[in-house]
């Protein structure tokens, strides 16, 4: 009895908080200034033991799968990477630790792009030809047309 009077009186509170999760939500790309290295970018020593592990095992070579593994710089400019990601966390990305942290401090976001694959949604902000973070979320995102001529007023809306 009491279990039922209870649902009744948390019923409008549930529809309240159904409402405002349907709104659309807004993003901007983070600035320079709200942008952070995570974690640290990989010693040359770590770099070599990760690419004798994953490039050691003969059966790749013989399946043909030797991609990065003909060659150690390759692999190399591919691994040595360090976690980046905006102050709330919304926007993350590896970025090359070849790139000094004050270059990309400096950085500024030159295009603001959705992509979809699946069905998550991809906001990614490009501050140059190697630096870019990325939101993913479920939800149908837009970016205005508007925002190719002034990137830093970019803001993709997702409903």
């Known amino acids: 009895m009491h279990t039922f009077r209870n649902l009744r009186r948390l019923g409008p509170l ?5 409402a405002f999760a ?8 983070p600035t ?18 990760s690419f ?10 013989y ?3 030797t991609g990065p593994c003909a060659d150690y710089e390759v692999f190399r400019r591919m691994k040595n990477t360090a976690l ?10 590896y970025l090359s ?7 990309i401090a400096k950085s500024s976001l030159t295009s603001m792009r959705v992509t979809k694959k699946g069905s998550i949604t991809a906001v990614v902000c490009h501050y140059g030809p190697d630096v870019q973070l990325t939101h993913r979320t479920r939800k149908a995102c ?3 047309a508007s925002c190719a001529s002034d990137p830093a007023q970019c803001q993709a809306v997702c409903e």
Do not use: I, Y
Not at 22 to 29: E, K, V
Not at 97 to 103: K, M
């Open 14 to 18: 549930a529809l309240l908080l159904a």
């Open 22 to 29: 349907s709104q659309a939500q807004t993003l901007s790309c």
């Open 32 to 49: 320079q200034e709200q942008m952070r290295q995570v974690n640290a970018c990989p010693t040359e020593g770590q770099l070599l033991a």
């Open 52 to 61: 004798h592990g994953f490039c050691g095992d003969d059966s790749k070579a």
């Open 63 to 65: 399946q043909g799968q």
């Open 84 to 93: 980046w990601e905006s102050a709330d966390g919304a926007f993350d990305g």
């Open 97 to 103: 630790c070849e790139t000094p942290a004050p270059v």
């Open 142 to 144: 837009t970016v205005p």
